[in-house]
């Protein structure tokens, strides 16, 4: 029986997945603009790859890599059993998030 928790979407700070919220990115672009920061040092403060910074400050790599992903797609899917893994520890997740009353149904 599924899960009451699996159709209530997780805000960015309970979303594990995501390794920047909206406001870090925001202050990524800001801080590189300055030109007193580099890729490195970004990438060191914000405790993410130089790549992920790189994807954040420059638009037009950012869209190269989505193009490359979506050509190769199939590089990047994990097997069945890992993917089934990697669901069940995810809708375990938000299902003590819900339990503990940090999830709401809107």
Known sequence: MP????KIPLNEKQDRRRKLTSEQKD????LYKTGFHS???LA????VSKKTILLIVNPASAEKNK??????WRDYQADTEERARIQRE?????????INGELKAD
């Open 3 to 6: 899960y009451k928790s699996e």
């Open 27 to 30: 202050e990524i672009r800001e």
């Open 39 to 41: 890729l490195n040092s």
């Open 44 to 47: 060191k403060r914000f405790g």
């Open 67 to 72: 193009q490359r992903i979506k050509e190769h």
């Open 90 to 98: 995810h809708r375990r997740y938000k299902q003590s998030l819900y």
